[in-house]
């Protein structure tokens, strides 16, 4: 019997991947259980509502986002920023090669089903996002401070824009069936209008 910490752990990590190639209202708790190989009794030990996994879900894979940041940060400042699109594609692209597909964004897929139907989730979606934002606003900022953007450039909207198109890049690219390397490469070219002529 594997420890009460990893019980967890593979409670959700089973279920990011069932939720990634399907959907959240096709993923039952039984699902959930045999896939992860744990009784039903565990399941509500950790989590009392499928709601409530569904959370911890979206928290590993920001967790997952924001390290892989902090990993593929440069040293000048518009290789950071460049990081931003490396690191969404990297994630992207891992998804592509387990699944054989791009199945799109785990926030932006329970965001577009459950949106309008668990206000709970959506806020936390919500603060999921913000938090990706943030993230994003410190590395623009930077890049502001040592002189990589090109003037004018509010370094808050170029992160929310980086979020937007980071979204609507992945919803395209699994809609159209296109690569996962097409997301990183339309964030780069988002990225490169932005900075000052002869930034690297």
Known sequence: MGRTGDTRERIVR????LLLSRSYGSVSVDDVCTAADVRKGSFYHFFPSKAELAKAVVDLHTD??????????GESAAARLHGVADAVGAIQARFESTFGRVVGCPFGNLAAELSTVDDALRDHLASAFARWER???????RAQQDGALRDGVDPDRLAHSLLAHTQGQILLAK????????????LH????????EGAV
């Open 189 to 196: 070219d988002l990225i490169d209008v932005h900075l000052r």
């Open 175 to 186: 809609v159209g069936g296109h690569s996962a390397a097409d997301v990183a490469t339309t």
């Open 135 to 141: 993230e994003f606003a410190v590395i623009c900022h």
């Open 14 to 17: 089973t279920s990011a991947r």
């Open 64 to 73: 997952a986002l924001i390290d892989r940041l902090a990993a593929t940060s």
